[in-house]
């Protein structure tokens, strides 16, 4: 058996797929950068990967893990390309997904839309059975009726079965009742049940996340199997480990069994490289800026940590509103989605007024100048046209650019807004940056910080061509861009420890909790927990517990996130966590209510294994380091504070030595990204060969 050598990172997005090969020992990066094949992604991955491998001259066996990121599975709910699934629930709760919560996400919108619901009402059947709040039994799920019912819905067509059943958050008896009923006669069938996929106490939301998963279950193991097989093929005898959405990685086998934890793991991964880089370089507080090909997305990273939350929204009908898609309660990391990607298309709306995205042209058939058929102007186009992107140097020179196809969309839509195509391209650039900001400072202020006081460091493939205007617009100061900022997200999925987070709804008062009960609860999780990472691979002596509560004040909606201590709780550890909520209370809300009762939702426990240790490799920082030894030409790009093009020295970013110091204008090109300083702004190049540059507002 080869020693191994590298490990490999693989980051699926919907334009490129993204590669990071790091030397385990001297800490080497290699990166690399591939279109995605939105038809096959199996293809586009497999022949990134032998790219990749070839160019650094290993074998598949030599690597030591391979670590997958993709937004594969939100892409399937987004597009509704998962499986026809049927959904089985209590008698009188069939309707639930079109009820929704009965709350208007916007009150002055009385045509307020909604996405239509995964599973059709034909395919959603009602189970004679019930449990009461209490958890006690009722009555029983029938084997009959449930067997005749299952029949019908296959002679639909039906793929995979969803199972929610009233209070099976309390008592599951039921939901396993019928899994057991369903499995004897189809084994194969997949099934997802509510009591294991979100087993907390909101009825809707809890249905919504099951539902989820069970309709991406069928093509998601499907995919992985399938890349476990192209893996082994190629000689690669270790084991596939995937990205979810909390920030921390879990084996395939408990990623086809629980998918719907997948849903956010490429943006997941670049929070989690921006959390790594806010150590590496001693900046406690970032914010990260991940523009792809399809969106921006953005996450505050505080202490070196970024955020959390215990849900998410997929698929809504208005990108910025809350409430306008589907909820699902899984732990994710505290991302939100701030604007377009690179592939996003603008177009006028009906006001006149010019809108980026939130389509995107994809990796098929792209933005006008890949040349692939695409003819609608997008942010890529209006990058190229701008002079921030060279056309025979994109992806390293392995794609070119048609600058003229760029200019034939955007004069379509200058024409229309009585604009030459440059100015429709700045336009675009200008749309895309002050939505981001905005969006972003929108976030930083509802947390009650001052974005000012942040570093940005930001990467995907468009982010560092829009870092230094977006920092312009916070008023940031400092801006970082990764060494192979394309595809930090991928390098993000090396820096995730195996975890597997669970949590159970045992509501109630903090003065009157059943300790007895949830030392139960945390007892039954941790036993989960660690045979999860036992069958990982991870030694016992090496896994971590971290607990945690769902709390708020009597009356209120949202809850905060409370720790709880390790050891056996009883009714004296009431006071600590009572004064450790109202720290966290005084925190976020600059206020405090003690007259008021605290009261629990959920109980949750994190189990992880060790922290992966990512040691980069360092560079000799020399005094009279020249950064004109990377010089590449020059070539004229457009800034609006130098109110037109400026001719601009280009730097190859892999031949710029540590300590160099560039002032701007200037471009500088990597395979993967282009960054653009402005006028009177400036950069100097770090001994881990990152660039940090300094913004002047």
């Known amino acids: 058996m080869t020693e191994p050598t590298h490990s490999l990172s693989i980051d699926i997005g919907g334009t490129f797929t993204d590669f990071t090969l790091l030397n385990i020992e001297s800490g080497e990066l290699n990166v690399h950068k591939v279109l995605t094949d939105p038809e096959n ?9 032998a790219e990749l491998l070839e160019t650094v001259g290993i074998a598949a066996s030599a690597l030591q893990v391979v670590v997958h990121s993709t937004t594969l599975a939100t892409n399937a709910i987004i597009e509704r390309k998962g499986a026809k699934i049927a959904l089985l629930t209590t008698e009188g709760f069939r309707d639930v997904l079109e009820m929704r919560r009965e709350q208007i996400y ?18 959603r059947a009602e189970i004679s059975e019930r449990t009461d709040r209490d958890g006690n039994v009722f009555q029983a799920p029938n084997a009959e009726q449930s067997a005749t019912i299952v029949e019908d819905l296959l002679n639909q067509g039906v793929e995979a079965v969803a199972i929610s059943l009233l209070h099976s958050y309390k008592n599951p008896e039921n939901e396993q009742a019928l899994k057991e009923q369903i499995s004897n006669r189809h084994p194969d069938l997949p099934l997802s049940l509510s009591s294991e996929v979100a087993p907390v106490i909101n009825e809707y939301e809890r249905t919504s996340t099951t539902v989820a998963d069970t309709y ?40 086809m069994e629980r998918p719907v934890r997948m849903l956010e793991s490429g943006p997941a991964a670049g929070a989690l490289a921006a959390g790594f880089y806010s150590e590496l370089l001693g900046e406690p507080d970032l914010i990260s800026l991940d523009m792809g090909g ?3 997305k953005t996450c505050v990273i505080e202490g070196g940590k970024p955020g959390h939350s215990n849900s998410i929204e997929v698929a809504r009908v208005h990108r910025f509103k809350i409430g306008s898609g589907l909820p699902i309660l899984i732990p994710v990391l505290d991302l939100i989605e701030i604007g377009s990607g690179g592939g996003s298309i603008a177009s006028l709306d009906n006001l006149g007024l010019l809108r980026v995205g939130p389509l995107s042209a994809g990796a098929s058939p792209g933005p006008a100048c890949y040349g692939l058929g695409g003819t609608q102007p997008t942010v890529t186009d209006a990058n190229l046209m701008l002079g921030y992107l060279n056309p025979e140097y994109f992806l390293g020179g392995r794609m070119t650019l048609d600058i003229d196809a760029a200019t034939s969309a955007m004069s379509s839509l200058g024409s229309d807004m009585g604009m030459d195509p440059i100015e429709a391209a700045w336009g675009i650039y200008n749309v895309v940056t002050e939505s981001m900001a905005a969006a972003a400072r929108i976030h930083i202020i509802g947390r009650n910080k001052d974005p000012r006081n942040y570093a940005i460091v930001a990467f995907g493939g468009a982010g560092p061509a829009h870092a230094c205007e977006v ?12 060494l192979g900022a394309g595809v930090t997200s991928a390098l993000g999925c090396l820096a995730a420890p195996l975890s597997f987070e669970s949590v159970r709804s045992l509501p109630g008062l903090l003065e009157t909790t059943d300790w007895e009960s949830v030392n139960g609860l945390y007892a039954e999780m941790e036993s989960w927990g660690r045979d999860m990472l036992a069958n990982s691979g991870v030694p016992e002596d090496q896994v971590r517990l971290t607990r945690t509560a769902d709390m ?13 201590p390790d050891d056996t709780l009883a009714q004296t550890s009431a006071e600590g966590i009572e004064s450790d909520f109202h720290q966290i209370y005084q925190q976020l809300y600059s206020r405090r209510n003690l007259s008021i ?6 109980w949750r426990l994190l189990v992880s294994g060790p922290q992966p240790i990512l040691n980069l490799q360092e560079q000799i920082v020399e005094p009279n380091a020249d950064a004109r030894v990377a010089l590449n030409g020059s070539r004229p790009a457009y800034f609006a504070n130098a109110n037109g093009f400026v001719e601009c020295p280009v730097y190859h970013r892999y031949k710029l030595p540590a300590g160099a110091e560039i002032s701007g204008p200037a471009i500088i090109e990597e395979e993967e ?3 653009i300083i402005r006028p009177g702004d400036s950069a100097s190049v770090d001994r881990w060969l990152n660039l940090l540059i300094r913004v002047n507002p």
Do not use: F
């Open 216 to 255: 991406i279950k069928p093509s998601v193991s499907r995919y992985i199997q399938s890349v476990e097989q192209e893996l082994a093929q190629e000689g690669y005898e270790g084991r596939l480990l995937v990205m979810h959405s909390a920030g921390g990685v879990m084996d395939a086998n408990a990623a």
């Open 294 to 296: 399809t969106t921006a």
């Open 673 to 675: 990204s282009t960054t």
């Open 552 to 564: 708020r004040l009597v009356g209120q909606i949202h809850e905060i996130n409370v720790p709880i």
């Open 471 to 482: 920092a312009r617009i916070l008023g940031a100061t400092r801006v970082v861009i990764p």
């Open 597 to 602: 009762p605290i009261e629990v939702q959920n």
């Open 106 to 123: 916007d009150m002055h919108d009385l045509h307020a839309r909604y996405p239509d619901p995964i599973v059709p009402r034909s395919l």
């Open 41 to 49: 992604p199996t293809t586009a991955l497999m022949r990134g990967v």
